[in-house]
């Protein structure tokens, strides 16, 4: 079993930044992937970034590409995603997910394990 916990979230200008942590708990976290997705009310969750359980490998929503970086820590236990130039469309519940593999994956269905997610509003 493995914990998440979000954190980072809040308020800030378009075109400022913000940075997430989701903080894991459990077993040998490098054995697992994890991805930030997102939602919005009215709309299905989405993805937005993954990394492999090394930290070797990564994928982004073409939304987000450029602008966003995922990265963790294994040592810590910790996924980061850091969000730079933000848009009024980047406000959301954003939400870490772990999945049972060291293999990234943009896929929703194939995580096993989700935070509680943290609100994250752009105001423009």
């Known amino acids: 079993q493995v914990q998440l916990v979000e954190s980072g979230g809040g308020l800030v200008e378009a075109g400022g930044s913000v940075r997430l942590s989701c903080a894991a708990s459990?077993?040998?976290?490098?054995?697992?992937?994890t991805g930030w997705f997102r939602k919005v009310p009215g709309k299905e969750r989405e993805f937005v970034a993954t990394?492999?359980?090394?930290?070797?490998?990564?994928t982004y929503a073409d939304s987000v590409k450029g602008r966003f970086t995922i990265s963790r820590d294994n040592a810590k236990n910790t996924v980061y995603l850091q969000m730079n130039t933000l848009k009024p469309e980047d406000t959301a519940v954003y939400y870490c997910?772990?999945?049972?593999?060291?293999?990234?994956?943009?896929?929703?269905?194939?995580?096993?394990?989700w935070g509680q997610g943290t609100q994250v509003t752009v105001s423009s």
């Open positions: 997910a772990a999945r049972g593999s060291p293999v990234r994956s943009g896929l929703e269905n194939s995580y096993d394990y």
């Open positions: 990394i492999s359980g090394s930290g070797a490998s990564t």
């Open positions: 459990g077993r040998t976290f490098s054995n697992y992937a």
